[in-house]
């Protein structure tokens, strides 16, 4: 007999540690299953949009959050050939008003510190590091998670299990949901931090700078209370592995972008370490899950990260699992169903929204020119309408 209101959770991740806290408000005893034994932030920077933020909300996480993380004053838009400015978005207040709550941007382990604090503070969760999940069954009243700790395997039992374990979602084979491999895109995101003082005047300050280019765009946004800047570029990359070390010389990224203007080399030159991102996302599924398994973040959704909404979209997911649980009866499988069936429609359409991202980005020639002049002619307001209705989603 699996003992009620317990869940189990596949993965530690921002998707993991939000469904956690989410669960545990709705007064769950959770066992988190994380196969890292430790907690590490992989990657650098996390921009989170009004919907995100309206999300840690709900989930008692941003106020934790309020330190560390960055509120920019615009967004700016620019040619990554020839500089000129395309677009320029207040955010700050004018983006709190107009989407009803805030726009930031921060350093993924303090998102996850904030998390953390928050799931201390709520209590109910139990994070057990350096256990992968290896196999699970489920019947009529729970679910059986072997995990592997130290060569010896644990057995877990609860009453549901949350696959939050990413885009090679183990939870994802083993239901046997298709269409499920990643399709990596032939594009690489390279990442790195630098200290703000290194940041030419010009560029320092609170703003996100988004450089479209052909077949390549750069992002910069401050994080960490203002002392450091995350660095994304993004180049078409046929390498479908992640890279580090010489796999990711700041040589090879100088060259991609030689005939960039100024103020893009001179970011691109200022990291003496890039981390190589290999781009992947998944087909929207047809289901997310079965009995009393079900997926969330990436595992269900995994995104391009064009639209900076994949942490977003998962920390929705936590939000809406919050409330179907908070009203479930004993049998946790309408549960799941109800909160897979407010789910799915809207994750595809970012999914979706994220590939058109990734050709409008990277165009070149007519297309690119043809581009410009739209998004000139229109208001920075006007631009970021375009994604209003991903921004002002609320639980
Ligand atoms: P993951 O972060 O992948 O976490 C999965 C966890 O499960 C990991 O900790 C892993 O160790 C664990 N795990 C895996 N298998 C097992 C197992 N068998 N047993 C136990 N544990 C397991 N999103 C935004 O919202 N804003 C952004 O600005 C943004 N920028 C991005 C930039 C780049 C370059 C990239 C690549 C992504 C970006 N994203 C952004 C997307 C975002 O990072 C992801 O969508 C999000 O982190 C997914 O979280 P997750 O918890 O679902 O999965």
């Given at each position: 007999m699996a003992p009620p209101r317990t869940l189990l959770i596949a993965g530690a991740g921002i998707g993991g540690l939000a469904a956690a806290l989410a669960a545990a408000r709705a007064g769950f005893r959770v066992v988190l299953l994380e196969r890292a034994a430790r907690l590490e932030a992989v990657g650098a920077g996390v921009q989170l949009a009004a919907n995100a933020t309206r999300c840690l909300k709900v989930l008692g996480a941003l106020d934790h959050l309020a330190r560390s993380a960055v509120r920019p004053d615009a967004f700016h838009i620019l040619d990554g050939t020839g500089g000129r400015a395309l677009a320029q978005t207040p955010l700050g207040a004018a983006a709190e008003r107009r989407f009803g709550a805030p726009f930031l941007v921060a350093h993924r382990s303090d998102l996850q510190i904030a998390l953390l604090t928050a799931a201390h503070a709520t209590g109910g969760i139990a994070l057990k590091l350096g256990r992968t999940v290896e196999d699970f069954t489920a019947d009529e009243d729970g679910v059986t998670v072997l995990a592997s700790h130290n060569g010896a395997v644990e057995e877990y039992r609860a009453a549901a299990l949350i696959g939050a374990d990413g885009i090679r979602s183990l939870v994802r084979d083993r239901l046997a949901l298709a269409p499920a491999p990643p399709v990596f895109?032939?594009?690489?995101?390279w990442r790195a931090m630098v200290p703000m003082e290194l940041m030419p005047q010009a560029l320092a300050g609170p703003t996100v700078r988004l450089w479209l280019g052909p077949d390549a765009h750069l992002v910069s946004y401050p994080v960490r209370a203002g002392s450091a800047v995350n660095l994304v570029a993004v180049t078409q990359d046929g390498r479908a592995f992640h890279g580090w070390g010489s796999g990711a010389a700041p040589d090879e990224i100088a060259?991609?972008?030689?005939?960039?203007?100024?103020?893009?080399?001179?970011?691109?030159?200022?990291?003496?370490?890039?981390?190589?991102w290999a781009l992947f996302d998944i087909d929207p599924l047809k289901r997310w899950g079965r009995g009393r398994v079900t997926l969330l973040g990436d595992a269900a959704h995994a995104m391009l990260p064009f639209?900076?909404?994949?942490?977003?979209?998962?920390l929705e997911d936590a939000t809406v699992l919050g409330t179907v649980l908070a009203a479930a009866g004993e049998d946790l499988e309408p549960a799941l169903r109800l909160y897979e069936a407010r789910r799915m429609a809207r994750t595809a359409k970012v999914q979706r929204a994220a590939r058109g991202a990734d050709t409008v980005y990277h165009l070149s020639g007519a297309g690119r020119l043809a581009r410009n002049t739209v998004l000139r002619a229109r208001s920075g307001e006007a631009a970021m309408e375009r994604y209003g209705w991903i921004y002002r989603w609320a639980p």
């Open positions: 895109r032939e594009r690489a995101a060259a991609r972008f030689n005939r960039w203007c100024p103020d893009a080399r001179a970011l691109i030159g200022l990291p003496e370490r890039w981390i190589r639209l900076a909404q994949g942490a977003a979209q998962a």
